[in-house]
């Protein structure tokens, strides 16, 4: 079984590198094959960077404002419906404009190889054998994450790296934690847990870390952009509601299953509701408890995940960890452990194929795993 473990991931490396590499290099100029940006998602940080150092941050939340800024810079004019919108709150603007200070391509190679660098680092730190390294280095949930630019490694990164540090040096590790501040609807799980784990010095340093960002951003990005994003979230709300069939074979949430088999809007937000509602439920038990550290840390990014309607098959990303911390993988657990590892590209093969979202009972299966006994 080993020997496979070493083989397969080589496998996958290999395809990863050769159908990637068609896929980009075959498409004109900073387009690839598809007629989409090369970097996907990334454009619109690089974007949204610039108008922040144009000194028109609050115009990256009108669509057509920034869809002009992305025609620009990738030198060819993308029609309407390929307009990638930024929804980000302000403290995730000036990130992106460290981005923006160096040109398209260049900023798109160094941010891939900077954030799978942070995710290396952090895998590394659960498990540092060379089994785990090539299994993580070729998990599709990575591939899925470098080819649309995403910020998934950085998540993980800032989401495992506090949790690991949590014990070691705890005002650290809720300072990374708070980070996440770029995707607020991540940050809740980490309060939780601090919160009722009593790690108070690591829920301090969340919050100061929380706080301190919302307010340069502030004076930074402007009260204006404040505006601008609370003015365009009740369109971002509404995606998971009338997105249509495309989006949510893209999003392994319980809202998007629920649409998929055409059920209306509030009932699956209601379910959304209820499955988050559980989740932070058994994160603060296990906390409470203090269960081992694997277990309450994989249960933090798991309900992370369920808990939102909005995640999308590259956010899965993060299942590097739970992978990591709820090893080894013995006797059945073993093919929940296979299907949770392909999950990036399955799931959302499976979804467009038959209209079945199978992502959140794949993620409560692997929450069930922590409540199992300490050994």
């Known amino acids: 079984m080993d ?15 050769l159908i990637g590499g068609w896929w980009v290099l075959s498409g004109p100029g900073l387009l690839d094959r598809s007629g989409n940006p090369v970097g996907g998602d990334f454009v619109t940080f690089w974007a949204a960077g610039s108008m922040l150092l144009d000194g ?16 620009q810079v990738l030198g060819v004019e993308l029609p309407d419906d390929a307009a990638y919108g930024w929804f980000y709150p302000p403290p995730a603007m000036m990130g992106a404009a460290l981005l923006a200070l160096a040109p398209y391509a260049l900023s798109l190679a160094g941010w891939l190889l900077v954030s799978l660098g942070a995710y290396v680092a952090v895998c590394r730190s659960i498990r540092p054998d060379a089994l785990s390294l090539g299994l993580v280095l070729a998990f599709p949930g990575l591939f899925q994450n470098l080819i649309h630019g995403q910020n998934g490694c950085l998540t993980l990164a800032l989401l495992g790296g506090g949790l690991v540090l949590v014990d070691r040096r705890p005002v650290l590790a809720g300072a990374l934690m708070g980070l996440l501040v770029y995707k607020p609807h991540l940050l809740p799980l980490a309060g939780v847990a601090l919160l009722f784990g009593r790690r108070w010095k690591a829920l301090a340093g969340l919050t100061l ?15 204006p952009a ?14 998971v509601d009338h997105a ?19 059920l209306p809007p509030a009932i699956a937000s209601g379910a959304n509701t209820a499955v988050g509602v559980a989740a932070v439920a058994i994160v603060a038990g296990l906390w409470a408890r203090d269960v081992s550290a694997p277990k309450r840390n994989a249960a933090v990014v798991l309900a992370a995940v369920l808990a939102t309607p909005y995640v999308f098959h590259y956010d899965l990303t993060v299942l590097a960890l739970p992978l990591l911390w709820l090893a080894p993988w013995t006797g059945r657990t073993r093919i929940l452990a296979a299907l949770a590892w392909l999950s990036p590209v399955l799931l959302l093969l ?18 069930a795993l922590c409540l199992r006994p300490d050994e």
């Open 226 to 239: 404040w505006g601008a994003f609370f003015d365009t979230l009740a369109f971002a709300l509404s995606i």
């Open 209 to 223: 870390s929380v706080t301190g960002l919302v307010g340069v951003s502030v004076v930074v990005v402007g009260q």
């Open 3 to 17: 020997e496979r473990l070493r083989v397969y991931p080589r496998i996958f490396l290999v395809l990863y590198v």
């Open 244 to 262: 249509g069939p495309e989006w949510w074979s893209k999003m392994p949430s319980t809202a998007s299953m629920l649409r998929l088999l055409g």
């Open 350 to 367: 499976v979804a467009r194929l038959t209209s079945l979202q199978l992502g959140p009972l794949l993620l409560l299966g692997l929450l």
């Open 56 to 71: 028109v941050p609050e115009q990256a939340w009108n669509l057509d404002a920034i869809h002009a800024v992305e025609s």
